[in-house]
């Protein structure tokens, strides 16, 4: 029998897929991690058109942090499918996938595909805050 004034376990209501897509695109960290994906991949050596993304991904986090929820989520997924289409491009053979730079592009274009899901949620149904 439950206490008074508490709610059963089989009450209570469950997160849709919807509202975690939503949390995950309002959360500066995955854009954090996503720039410090790509930063591991290009840097060295150093490759000029992948490493536009990553300054724009910290500034998505930081207006994240600053409150600009839904616009630091549309700003990410846009930015992360430009970078998922750009690696798309470059093709990879079957044994260098297992390596360590294979698991980390793996990573990375998975981040990027979350990032594309969730931001993308978080951007259409986000409330826009009214300066």
């Not at 981040?111 to 594309?116: G, K, Q, S, V």
Request: net charge positive; charged share 15%.
């Amino acid at each position: 029998m439950p206490m008074p004034g508490s709610t059963p376990p089989e009450e209570k209501a469950k997160q849709g897929a919807l509202q975690y897509a939503k949390a995950w695109g309002e959360n500066p960290l995955p854009a954090t991690l996503l720039a410090t994906l790509i930063s591991a991949q290009h840097l060295r050596p150093f490759q000029t058109l992948p490493m536009l993304f990553p300054p724009i991904l910290l500034f998505s986090s930081y207006l994240n942090v600053n409150g600009y929820k839904t616009d630091a989520a549309g700003l990410t997924s846009a930015w992360s499918a430009a970078y998922l289409v750009l690696a798309r491009r470059r093709k990879q053979a079957f044994g260098s996938k297992f390596g360590v730079r294979g698991v980390t592009r793996g990573a990375t274009l998975g981040l990027c595909l979350a990032n594309l899901l969730g931001g993308g949620v978080a951007y259409a149904f986000g409330e826009k805050k009214e300066v």
